[in-house]
């Protein structure tokens, strides 16, 4: 599950914790003269960039707030404090390694200042050096045991080192300290969520609503729960109210899209995707799920827009040129859905799915020779797929080698039994070769496994006029256009068995009507 972690520069724990001293008033750190200016006038200047600083960071002005710690720096080099609010603020602008040059200064300057040590490992943490940032959160909880930022670091660290359980105990120690605060028990959920202790997550998640209704991220996160539990319309429900409450983030609108494509809304759905890659252009997933949902929905030239920006995004996935090959399969397009099957059999050469997939692409274009290619080079690995046995069976029909096609169609329907199309093409090849009894035993078999198969019906029927099994073939006639009201075929057929069978008036209609 994607769990957001929310970024330092967005966390205003971390900026009430940091700047707390500077909201109650001057920085209190030890100062030092510049030469030739007394240190009462070095005091006011620091103390008045300190003021500016701050309502720089109110307006959220990173960058001007960072020109005036720059200057507290340059006026009071020796202090530890500065140092560190100064990293924060670089940190913040992304910045990581001019920050990580000042919490080391500020660790040189005062070694058990347990503040620089947390900040330190978050951006070593954002910089991947986990290691290191190990080091730095453990010393961080040695000097400062009782301070749940240390452990919420030390727990974030943990995560990254896919440590879950000690991450999750770090975390709830953080959330015994400060229990009032939303965003300990956001990320405490968001730790069990990922060690799918789901129903611990949903309430923390929870706690965090009840602390702060307005909080999209649990809204979201605790919308993604629900989704994995199955539990849809709360899961709408906790989505809608991140999308509301924070309508440009993009994960919100492509979680919402699943919940509501389980419900069976599927417009809804793209909608929620659409606005999801028009917010995240470069987010992957996004597209192949626009590109399946409008598959489904009959939009075969939008999936195929939507499949290319995936392969663009994607080159090296497998999955996502097999996607567009099937959507442009689907348009009619062979000759350019080929290399998209041969691009994904280059990265994983052994997937039947993609060869198959190219077999298909090679019988759209009547490359029959090349068809059979595929399917059998697909066979030697996977010599049990019924799938592709029929395939074989059916690129073998179309090139009028009817007995390899039937001894291929006849593997088929012993690998797999339940799959009337198998049957259903055995019984018109039987009838090609005259072959009827064996033909309507293969055209019954396909009408087993799928009752409202009415090209099945309509073909049984005809099966049995040529049999002179003429009731029966008006029963079966019947079915299908009972199935299919507009089978202009069946009904033409019908109309030709009851005048064999003496009805003019009744030939008559179904003559009409086909």
């Not at 900026?15 to 070095?42: D, M, N, Y």
């Not at 959160?137 to 670091?153: I, K």
């Not at 965003?183 to 990922?194: R, W």
């Not at 909080?215 to 709360?234: T, W, Y």
């Amino acid at each position: 599950m994607t769990i957001v972690r929310p970024g330092i520069s967005n966390s205003m724990a971390s900026f009430r914790r940091l700047f707390g001293i500077l909201l109650l008033g001057s920085l209190p750190v030890t100062l030092f003269a510049q030469a030739g200016k007394p240190k009462e006038i070095v005091d006011k200047q620091v103390a008045s960039l300190n003021r500016q600083g701050k309502a720089a960071l109110k307006r959220g002005d990173l960058g001007t707030a960072g020109v005036y710690f720059e200057k507290v720096v340059r006026l009071s080099p020796r202090s530890a404090e500065a140092h560190n609010t100064l990293g924060w603020v670089l940190l913040s602008q992304n910045q990581p390694d001019a920050a990580i040059s000042h919490f080391r200064r500020a660790l040189e300057l005062r070694p058990n200042f347990a503040q620089a040590h947390t900040n330190l490992a978050s951006t070593l943490v954002q910089k991947g050096d986990i290691d290191a940032a190990l080091g730095e959160g453990r010393e961080a909880v040695r000097l400062a045991p009782r301070d749940a930022e240390a452990h919420r670091t030390l727990g974030r660290v943990l995560s990254f080192r896919e440590d879950l359980e000690g991450a999750s105990q770090e975390l709830k120690r953080a959330v015994e300290l400060e229990p009032q605060r939303a965003d300990l028990h956001d990320e405490l959920g968001s730790v069990l969520a990922q060690r799918s202790s789901l129903d611990e997550a949903a309430g923390e998640f929870s706690q965090a609503l009840r602390l702060q209704p307005e909080s999209a991220q649990a809204h979201l996160h605790l919308g993604v729960v629900r989704l994995q539990q199955k539990l849809f319309e709360d899961a709408v429900h906790h989505l809608r109210e991140a999308v509301r409450s924070a309508p440009n983030v993009g994960q919100s609108h492509y979680y919402l899209s699943q919940a509501l494509e389980q419900q069976g809304k599927r417009d809804d759905a793209i909608r929620e995707l659409q606005a999801c890659v028009k917010l995240q252009p470069d987010f992957a997933p996004a597209h192949t799920q626009l590109g399946l949902l409008l598959q489904r929905a009959g939009d075969a030239d939008g999936a195929v827009t939507a499949y290319r920006r995936a392969v663009q995004l994607q080159p090296d996935n497998p999955d996502t040129h097999n996607n567009l090959g099937l959507a442009l399969i689907q348009i009619g397009d062979a000759t350019d859905s080929i290399p998209e099957f041969e691009a994904a059999l280059r990265l994983r050469p052994e997937d039947t799915g993609y060869r198959g997939n190219l077999g298909t692409a090679y019988v759209q274009k009547a490359d029959f020779d090349a068809a059979i290619t595929q399917f059998q080079a697909a066979l030697k690995i996977a010599p049990e797929d019924a799938t592709l046995h029929y395939n074989l069976g059916l690129a073998f029909k179309l090139k009028d080698k009817l007995s390899e096609a039937i001894a291929e169609l006849q593997r088929a329907a012993g690998l797999d039994p339940t799959q009337a199309d198998i049957h259903y093409t055995l019984g018109v090849t039987f009838w090609q070769q005259g072959e009827f009894a064996k033909s309507e035993d293969e055209l019954r078999a396909a009408i087993h496994a799928k009752p409202d198969y009415a090209e099945a019906h309509y073909t049984l029927g005809t099966v049995l006029k040529q049999e002179g099994k003429l009731q029966e073939s008006v029963a079966a006639l019947r079915e299908a256009i009972r199935l299919q009201h507009d089978f202009a075929g069946a009904h033409t057929t019908l109309a030709a068995v009851l005048r064999q069978l003496g009805d003019p008036a009744g030939a008559a209609t179904e003559s009409r009507l086909g």
